[in-house]
Nanobody, 115 residues
Framework: QVQLVESGGGLVQAGGSLRLSCAAS????????MGWYRQAPGKQREWVAG???????NYADSVKGRFTMSRDNAKNTVTLQMDSLKPDDTAVYYC?????????WGQGTQVTVSS
């Protein structure tokens, strides 16, 4: 089994920053792409950012230039540095990992950006 545990969410004012972390554990041999998704109230879950096993990151247009995703394969962690946060970034953020063809999710962490 694979476990993903997110941390770092919270309440921040618009323009502020937060840093999310996701720690992977368990049978994680062969983990390929890891990503962050978010789901706002009443909306579908959407992809935010992803990073390959080689460290190449991609971002949704809505966060490009404001969010930075990084990966530490030695520590089995990914982080999402979120700067210049906007109220529209308010959502539950989920960590995702693809491990040998299977998709795994964390429990989510709440990010609230006040105006």
């Amino acid at each position: 089994q694979v476990q993903l545990v997110e941390s770092g969410g919270g309440l921040v004012q618009a323009g502020g920053s937060l840093r999310l972390s996701c720690a992977a554990s368990g049978d994680i041999w062969g983990t390929s792409t890891m990503g962050w998704y978010r789901q706002a109230p009443g909306k579908q879950r959407e992809w935010v950012a992803g990073v390959t096993s080689f460290g190449s990151a991609n971002y949704a247009d809505s966060v490009k230039g404001r969010f930075t995703m990084s990966r530490d394969n030695a520590k089995n962690t990914v982080t999402l540095q979120m700067d210049s946060l906007k109220p529209d970034d308010t959502a539950v953020y989920y960590c995702n990992a693809w491990v040998r063809g299977q998709s795994y999710w964390g429990q989510g962490t709440q990010v609230t950006v006040s105006s």
